[in-house]
């Protein structure tokens, strides 16, 4: 499965390699071609097996680069994307989103541990039962477009596509002392399918 707007970015670079072959020879074309076959590779869209019960998924594919904990017990799990990842964004928990908050700010390295606070980022907020959890995509330095389909009032079920961000970027995730984690920096995760929290009883 392809997201829609790699059909449409790769179909046009190979449309322009079309017409750099005709007009001149065909090595005109390889490098058109080849960022249309990335493209493609770029905005793949897996399908997820959602594990049930109540635990929090991954937002996004990628690499757990920060854990913060704060003393009034606030957690959060910061995820980096490079472009070789799947960039689609899911959804971490199912309940009803309670706000969106849109934020311009700078590009500078996702990775970094201030990205969270001074990169351009858009933030859901979901009402889970008796939990509220914070889902966060942010910019990156190649990455330039933050696209989200949900909105305030919006039922959302765990694992839901709801977003992706282009071209390498990160996603925050925030919850409260109710959850356990159960991932630690360094490990690779997969949105929607990899557990990173469980509701503690």
């Known amino acids: 499965m392809i997201v829609k707007d790699g059909i449409f970015y790769g179909a046009g670079l190979f449309a322009a390699g079309g017409i750099a072959a005709y007009l001149g020879n065909m090595w005109w074309a390889l490098p058109f071609w080849l960022v249309a076959a990335f493209c493609v590779y770029f905005f793949r869209d897996p399908e997820r097996d959602i ?38 964004n899911r959804v971490p928990v199912t309940g009803r989103v309670v706000e969106r908050v849109y934020k311009q700010g700078k590009y500078m390295m996702a990775h970094r541990e201030d ?8 933030s859901l907020t ?20 933050i696209v989200c389909t949900k909105d305030v009032g919006d039922e959302v079920q765990k694992g839901e596509r709801f977003g992706l961000i ?12 109710e959850w356990s984690l159960v991932v630690k920096p360094g490990d ?13 009883q």
Request: proline share 4%; hydrophobic share 40%; no cysteine.
């Open 51 to 88: 594990p049930d019960g109540p635990v929090a998924v991954s937002p996004a594919d990628g690499k757990i680069v920060h854990i913060r904990r704060w003393d009034d017990g606030q957690q959060r799990i910061s995820i980096f994307l490079n472009i070789f990842d799947v960039h689609v």
């Open 115 to 122: 990205a969270s606070a001074e990169n351009e980022q858009n």
């Open 126 to 145: 979901i009402e889970s039962g008796n939990t509220v959890v914070t889902v966060r995509q942010i910019a990156g330095l190649i990455a330039r477009r």
């Open 166 to 177: 282009k071209f390498g970027s990160r996603t925050d995730l925030y919850l409260g002392p």
């Open 188 to 200: 690779k995760v997969k949105g929607g399918s990899s557990i990173l929290a469980r509701l503690r």
